[in-house]
């Protein structure tokens, strides 16, 4: 009998072990799946991003524009051929056919340009690269207040001295409108970043900067940061110049009406929205910047957006120089801010698809009266920008027509070093890369 009763425990015996390795196991892979929730604490904002459906992604590898070999390229061009780890150099100009046309690169990094690379990492689930970014963005660009500096050069930055081939420099081919201090649209772009590193992952030493970004660009007294000086011509009111404080300042003896300004395309609605939906506290700081980019409509005849805006004089400027033209791309970018949180006019989504589906081009300019192309450049920079309207929309159509237009503008020779990226023409045989129209379109056809 005893050997009977032994019997029924061998089997449990052998069962006990092999139970317990498949609950070890299964607790490895909840740890694992929500290591983020167990091991992180601090407020997850709800801050997800538009995706591309199935049918964007579809049409988008149709045009040839697989997100991969293009994120792939762009970071081997951008960061590590230029060393500049970890950050993404502002562009690239390609060599030209003949042999006195070397290539160059700019001898910056810029903020912005740096939160969109920090978001792509985000989506692509990229915990490490995302935090090593952020970690770099927020002890390099600190200004000191609790925002950000709108660019840095290469060589003041002492761990990317010497490395980047700044002899290479193309001085010509720097944009005309950096801001050497504080700047709304960097402290803006990098808390859209923080937000959806916070709402993927959590983390309040991502929280504590969000609200000091906050703190540093926006008070109820004085509103947002004024980073900008709008200059008054001297033969006209109404024509402006867009120009920093830096700038301005230096050397002017008697200078003419000024007012201090900030750029609606500054204005990262969304961002906004998330901080105030996370903490009622920031609700009027939304609805204020809301209603100055909301004023900042033209017409339904011409519904594209002013330039800037005064909060100390009530003022909107729409253009710059001694012309009324309105940039296009300013435009779109404060259209997008618009369409995120749902507050796009239809005018003005119309007035997109009529120059996707019936002009075929976007130009840098067009007249503030008519609504008429004012320039011949087209502006290359602005289809990513509608591919992204066109995703938040849910419009495929738009989606698709756009990727056609763009496909122009991609480089698609085997031995080009920026094959499968967005390109500019410069002069007559030369391309330039850009960061910020590749990181756009990233952030279009990246699921």
């Known amino acids: 009998m005893k050997l009977a009763t032994d019997k ?79 950050y993404i150099l502002s562009w690239y100009l390609l060599p030209g056919q003949l042999l006195s046309m070397t290539p160059g690169q700019s001898a910056y990094v810029d903020a912005s340009d740096q939160a969109i690379l920090m978001r792509l990492y985000v989506a692509h689930g990229d915990r490490r690269a995302a935090r090593a970014l952020s970690e770099a963005i927020a002890t390099d660009f600190a200004d000191g207040t609790g925002g950000l500096l709108d660019t840095l050069s290469i060589e003041s930055v002492g761990r990317l ?86 700038e301005y300042f230096d050397g002017i003896i008697e200078p003419p009406m000024v007012f201090r300004a900030l750029k609606l395309s500054a204005l990262d609605l969304r961002a906004l929205q998330i901080l ?54 300013p435009s779109l970018q404060t259209m997008l801010s618009l369409a995120e949180v749902g507050e796009l006019p239809r005018e003005s989504l119309s007035w997109i698809r009529e120059q996707i589906y019936n002009v075929g081009f976007i130009y840098t300019e067009y007249d503030i009266i008519s609504g008429a192309t004012a320039s011949e450049t087209e502006a290359t920079e602005a289809y990513g920008l509608i591919l992204r309207i066109a995703l938040v929309e849910g419009d495929t159509d738009l989606y698709s027509r756009t990727l056609t237009r763009l496909s122009r503008s991609m480089a698609t020779l085997d031995t080009s070093p920026a094959r499968y990226m967005i390109f500019r023409k410069w002069g007559e045989r030369r391309n330039m890369v850009f960061a910020a129209d590749n990181l756009s379109v990233l952030m279009a056809t990246t699921g």
């Open 8 to 86: 029924p425990g061998k089997p449990i015996l052998r069962i006990a072990p092999i139970a317990v390795a498949a609950l070890i196991l299964i607790a490895g892979i909840l740890i694992f799946v929500f290591r983020d929730r167990i091991f992180e604490k601090g407020i997850r904002p709800d801050a997800a991003r538009a995706v591309p459906t199935g049918e964007m992604i579809r049409a988008a590898e149709k045009s040839g524009f697989g997100s991969d070999p293009q994120y792939g390229r762009m970071k081997a061009l951008l960061i590590a051929d230029a060393k500049t780890s970890p």
């Open 276 to 329: 105030a939906t996370t903490d009622a506290t920031y609700a009027p700081m939304y609805e204020e910047a809301l209603g100055i980019v909301r004023g900042g409509y033209i017409s339904a005849g011409v519904p594209l957006y002013a330039l800037a805006y005064s909060p100390t004089d009530g003022d909107y400027f729409f253009f710059t120089g001694e012309e009324a033209r309105i940039s296009a791309v």
């Open 161 to 246: 001295s010497g490395k980047s081939p700044v002899e290479a420099y193309v001085p010509e081919l720097e944009q005309a409108d950096r801001i050497e201090g504080s700047s709304l649209e960097a402290s803006l772009s990098y808390m859209r970043a923080l937000l959806e590193y916070t709402g993927r992952w959590g983390g309040t030493e991502e929280w504590e900067r969000i609200r000091s970004i906050a703190s540093s660009i926006y008070t109820p007294e004085t509103g947002f940061l004024q980073d900008h000086v709008i200059l008054a011509s001297q033969t006209e009111n109404l024509m402006v110049g867009l120009v920093d404080y830096e």
